[in-house]
């Protein structure tokens, strides 16, 4: 199986990016990102640094022969105004879904969005609605299939650490507490590993659902 992988320098990015880079039935991972990563070299991985995530017609050829997109961009809402988020979310998202479904229509695409997203659109909760739109017009476009992963907590594994400082403290602090909820919580809690791991499977076998909550990515 051939990847491609966006949010690769992210928390849970970090951690699918570790998990391909360790399964011997994927043959090459492509990290498509703005920033270099800081993963060791291997030679099943390649980086294409890309600036415009709205328009991808410069490296389309790069884009092609893929089996698999696992997309793990993201940002948080908190005191972002809607307009803003919803372009980092929804039209970032869609541009490269838009462009994947065109080059690989036998791709499986696989998108990290969140516990709580509103597929209704309708909720009180900006990010919520953002989010429900994002997964809807996902599941509209000519893929093989598409899977949205909805995790609640995830706790960092391996090494792999937040880019924000502040919530790298808390993941820190907390630790003991985060693995005694995936033991005995699992809808509240996954690991960026199972995260990585659920996301390979499901890329391979398919599962019943489209959308997997935290207890069907631990359960995958």
Not at 141 to 159: E, T, V, W
Not at 199 to 204: G, S
């Amino acid at each position: 199986m051939k990847v491609i992988l966006f949010g690769a320098t992210g928390m849970v990015g970090q951690g699918v990016l570790r998990e391909c880079l360790l399964d011997s039935g994927i043959e090459s991972v492509l990290a498509v990102g703005r920033s270099p990563l800081r993963a060791p070299r291997q030679p099943k991985l390649r980086e294409i640094l890309h600036d415009d995530f709205t328009d991808y017609s410069d490296i389309e050829p790069q884009l092609t022969g893929y089996d698999a997109c696992f997309f793990c961009l993201g940002v948080s809402s908190v005191g972002m105004e809607e307009e803003r988020y919803r372009h980092l979310t929804y039209d970032v998202t869609l541009a490269a879904a838009n462009t994947l479904s065109r080059l690989n229509p036998q791709m499986v695409f696989v998108y990290v969005t969140g516990r709580g997203t509103d597929s209704t659109e309708q909720g009180r909760l900006m990010w919520a609605r953002v989010k429900g739109k994002t997964e809807n017009d996902l599941l509209k476009l000519p893929f093989k299939a598409a899977y949205m992963f909805r995790p609640a907590g995830i706790q960092p594994l391996h090494g792999i650490r937040s880019k924000t400082a502040w919530v790298q403290a808390i993941y820190v602090g907390a630790a003991p507490l985060l693995s005694l909820l995936n033991r005995v919580a699992p809808a509240y809690m996954t690991t960026t590993e199972q995260v990585g791991r659920a996301m390979i499977k499901v890329a391979r076998q398919g599962y019943p659902k489209a959308v997997l909550e935290s207890e069907d990515i631990n359960r995958v």
